[in-house]
């Protein structure tokens, strides 16, 4: 069964940075399309990157020249490299394939910006 684990989240002061990686199990790895999403306090999933199978990335525009989606499919992972972090990037982070049904949802890793 596939998995998708989070991980690299925690507490950093505004300005801060932290890398985030996403490792998915199972095969096909390197055909998906693959996203971050957030999940602020209070408040709906939002996606936040996109990056296709060939590479190519999208950002929202609240994270636009500060975030940095990356892959690497020899290890099965996404990084969201996060720079200039601000109070409001707060919230939980889940990584997903995207365009076609979802895989099983990780636990998510929590990032938290104190200013």
């Known amino acids: 069964q596939v998995q998708v684990v989070e991980s690299g989240g925690g507490l950093v002061q505004a300005g801060g940075s932290l890398r985030l990686s996403c490792a998915v199990s199972g095969s096909s790895f390197s055909s998906k399309a693959m996203a971050w999403y957030r999940q602020p306090p209070g408040n709906q999933r939002e996606l936040v990157a996109t990056i296709t199978s060939s590479g190519g990335t999208n950002y929202a525009d609240s994270v636009k020249g500060r975030f940095a989606i990356s892959r690497v499919n020899a290890k099965n992972t996404v990084y969201l490299q996060m720079n200039s972090l601000k109070p409001e990037d707060t919230a939980v982070y889940y990584c997903?394939?995207?365009?076609?049904?979802?895989?099983?949802w990780g636990q998510g890793t929590q990032v938290t910006v104190s200013s």
């Open positions: 997903n394939q995207i365009w076609t049904t979802p895989l099983p």
